[in-house]
T-cell receptor, first 111, second 109 residues
Framework: ETGVTQTPRHLVMGMTNKKSLKCEQH?????MYWYKQSAKKPLELMFV???????ENNSVPSRFSPECPNSSHLFLHLHTLQPEDSALYLC??????????FGSGTRLTVV | EDQVTQSPEALRLQEGESSSLNCSYT??????LFWYRQDPGKGPEFLFT???AGEEKEKERLKATLTKKESFLHITAPKPEDSATYLC??????????FGAGTRLTVKP
C-alpha cells in the first residue's frame, strides 16, 4: 500500500446509526487532516492532528468525533448525522505542513 | 481574511482548444500556492506548487503562473483525458491552507 488509503469508499447510513471512517498513511508524514467536500464548495478543514495531538477543530459539530491512535492512522467516528452531512470526506497527510497528499475519500450519504 | 476564488466555475473546450483557468487570492503572507487535479470520486492529486510572483511551472500540457494577486493554469491543446476539476489552494505563513471551489473542465473530442 502506498500514499493515503481511506475506507470505506462509499457509506450509506441512517440518521440514528453509528459508523467510522478510517484513514491510513504510508508516507511517514507527521500530520493528518480530515476535510469535508460538498458539491461546488471549497474543501472545508475539519480536524488537524500533528504527531497524534489534535491541534485544530474548526467548530465541527460534536456528532463528528476524530481519533488519532498513532501518526499513521486517523478515524472519524460518526453518530446521529443529518442529511446535510452527506458529502465526500477526504483524509490528507503532510510533512511539516508541506507535501499534502490526499486519499480517495469516502462518499457519505445520510438517509 | 484569506480568500481564494476560482473562475470560471465550469469550462467546456473542444480537443485542441487552449484556454486558462484563474485563481484569485488574498492571503496574509503567502507561503505557497498549489494546484491540484481531482477526478470524479477521487481525492485531489498534486500538480504544482508556486512560491513567488513571476514563478512558472510546466507539466505536459499544463503551465502554472503566479502573480501577487492571482495564478493561472494554462492548458495547451487539451485532450479529453484532461477533463477533471482543477483546485487551487493557498497556504499562508501560519500554514493555514485555503482552497477554492474549483473549475470543472470538460474537453470534448
Amino acid at each position: 500500500e502506498t500514499g493515503v488509503t481511506q475506507t470505506p469508499r462509499h457509506l450509506v447510513m441512517g440518521m440514528t446509526n453509528k459508523k467510522s471512517l478510517k484513514c491510513e498513511q504510508h508516507l511517514g508524514h507527521n500530520a493528518m487532516y480530515w476535510y469535508k467536500q460538498s458539491a461546488k464548495k471549497p474543501l472545508e478543514l475539519m480536524f488537524v492532528y500533528n504527531f497524534k495531538e489534535q491541534t485544530e477543530n474548526n467548530s465541527v459539530p460534536s456528532r463528528f468525533s476524530p481519533e488519532c491512535p498513532n501518526s499513521s492512522h486517523l478515524f472519524l467516528h460518526l453518530h446521529t448525522l443529518q442529511p446535510e452531512d452527506s458529502a465526500l470526506y477526504l483524509c490528507a497527510s503532510s510533512q511539516d505542513s508541506t507535501d499534502y497528499t490526499f486519499g480517495s475519500g469516502t462518499r457519505l450519504t445520510v438517509v | 481574511e484569506d480568500q481564494v476564488t476560482q473562475s470560471p466555475e465550469a469550462l467546456r473546450l473542444q480537443e485542441g482548444e487552449s484556454s486558462s483557468l484563474n485563481c484569485s487570492y488574498t492571503v496574509s503572507g503567502l507561503r505557497g500556492l498549489f494546484w491540484y487535479r481531482q477526478d470524479p470520486g477521487k481525492g485531489p492529486e498534486f500538480l504544482f506548487t508556486l512560491y513567488s510572483a513571476g514563478e512558472e511551472k510546466e507539466k505536459e500540457r499544463l503551465k502554472a503562473t503566479l502573480t501577487k494577486k492571482e495564478s493561472f493554469l494554462h492548458i495547451t491543446a487539451p485532450k479529453p483525458e484532461d477533463s477533471a476539476t482543477y483546485l487551487c489552494a493557498v497556504q499562508a505563513r501560519n500554514n493555514d491552507m485555503r482552497f477554492g471551489a474549483g473549475t470543472r473542465l470538460t474537453v470534448k473530442p
